[in-house]
């Protein structure tokens, strides 16, 4: 048996996947780097101060490694070492899009699906080195699970959201529903950290064959009812307190409320997207990022041209868009399982107690040490362990449901 082998014959259509970037786009990069204009040193450029945005020495130095050191055919042949797909699946309103994804299948009878959703600025790839882990640990024989890893639609190689009318959440569930399903998953299991905690939410409130979710990351505008802090709030927030998020969070703002244009500015040169998205590569990471990794990120966006397709659900989060908002705690109490694990250095420290108000809280774990907004990536056997004690926890829960 092998990892790329569906435990059923999939009723949607599949064609296999292999990343395969031409030398010359590979030789157009550097060229556009090398003849890129660096912009002069300013005080906010050269200030030690973290809020005032990416340093021009790390640029300097990032690109120039880009140039001269950094091996994207090692990158990508790592990559290509998992089964990948191309699913073509339609909208609501019949509008055809290719979804990709990697997948770990296993040969178990009893195995369940869990489908794994990524966010801004990732990719798919955060992932890897908890497939790396799997595939030492386990034989297709013996692994726990199948892993289903998508590319969310506007990043790498799954297609843009549609030119012709608004794209949301709702679009995004139901396309990774009809995903799974079409695998042959009559039931599954849902993951997500950062955009792709939504996009679980979603799926679970959606979508009857979502048994239940964990998710890393949750991200709520106020202290949900029935909670000290809720009962303890003295009314709208400090202008000082204002400011400071958007210092922090300002450009969530920006690609929320001018999507085209940071589109098309930061996605026209490699220099420009190095600079935008390397910035939150160093400032949401637990662990500190390697070059290599964060390089490799910023490549695939750039070869595959999604910087500017990927950042549409930013209206969704920021409550610019029609339908329902991001914050769960907005939504209703969820009746599936939830799970959620908080890491120290995530970017949203959401306690515990609160996530016990936005649904059925099943299993939690509060990480101490190491661990931040991309964990999945720095913390791969903490990640998987996780998610297995919470389906152990969902499955116990419906037995035990089962019996009343």
């Known amino acids: 048996m092998s990892y790329d082998q569906p435990p059923q014959t999939p009723t949607i259509s599949l064609k296999k996947h292999t990343l395969a970037v031409p030398s010359e786009d590979v030789d157009e990069l550097r060229t556009l780097l ?44 790592r990559m290509n070492a998992f089964p990948q797909f191309v ?41 890897v080195p908890m497939m790396e ?20 639609p506007g990043f790498t190689h799954s297609s843009p959201p549609p030119t012709s009318r608004e794209f949301g959440m709702k679009d995004a569930a139901y396309l990774w529903n009809q995903l799974m399903t079409g695998l042959g998953f009559k039931q599954y299991y849902a993951q997500g950290g950062d955009i792709g905690s939504f996009l679980t939410w979603q799926l679970a409130r959606d979508y009857e064959e979502c048994l239940g979710i964990h998710v890393n990351f949750l991200s709520i505008t106020a202290p949900p009812a029935g909670t000290p802090e809720a009962a303890q709030s003295t009314g709208p927030p400090k202008p000082q307190q204002v400011m400071m998020g958007l210092q922090k969070f300002g450009y969530a703002l920006e690609q929320a409320t ?42 695939l966006y750039w070869f595959t041209d999604c910087y500017s397709s990927g950042i549409w659900y930013y209206r969704y989060l920021m409550g610019l868009r029609a339908g329902p908002g991001a914050d769960p705690s907005q939504a209703g109490y969820l009746k599936k399982p939830l799970g959620y694990s908080l890491f120290p250095k995530e970017i949203a420290q959401t306690p515990v107690h609160w996530a016990e108000k936005l649904g059925d809280l099943v299993w939690s774990k509060v990480h101490k040490g190491q661990g931040g907004h991309f964990a999945a ?7 998987w362990a996780d998610v297995q004690d919470f389906i152990e926890a969902a499955k116990q829960k419906k037995g035990n449901a089962s019996h009343l």
Request: charge should be negative; aromatic fraction near 12%; include cysteine.
């Open 87 to 127: 699913a073509s699946l339609k909208t609501k309103d019949d509008l055809l899009m290719d979804i990709h994804f990697a997948a770990l299948y296993s040969s178990k009878p009893d195995a369940p699906a869990v489908v794994f959703s990524h966010g801004w600025p990732g990719c798919w790839i955060e992932f």
């Open 258 to 299: 001018r999507p085209s244009a940071i589109g098309m500015t930061v996605g026209s040169n490699p220099l420009s997207l190095l600079t935008w998205t390397g910035e939150k590569y160093l400032e949401a990471s637990g662990i500190p990022m390697s070059l290599d990794t964060m390089l490799t990120f910023v490549s």
């Open 377 to 383: 990536l720095e913390c791969p056997e903490e990640m």
């Open 133 to 152: 882990m799997l595939k030492a640990k386990y034989t297709p024989e013996t692994l726990p699970c199948h892993i289903i890893v998508p590319s969310l």
């Open 34 to 77: 090398k003849s890129a204009r660096l912009t002069r040193p300013t005080y906010e450029s050269t200030t030690k101060e973290v809020y005032l945005g990416v340093k021009r020495d790390w640029v300097v130095e990032a690109r120039r490694y880009w140039m001269e050191d950094y091996d994207w055919n090692k990158q990508q042949d």
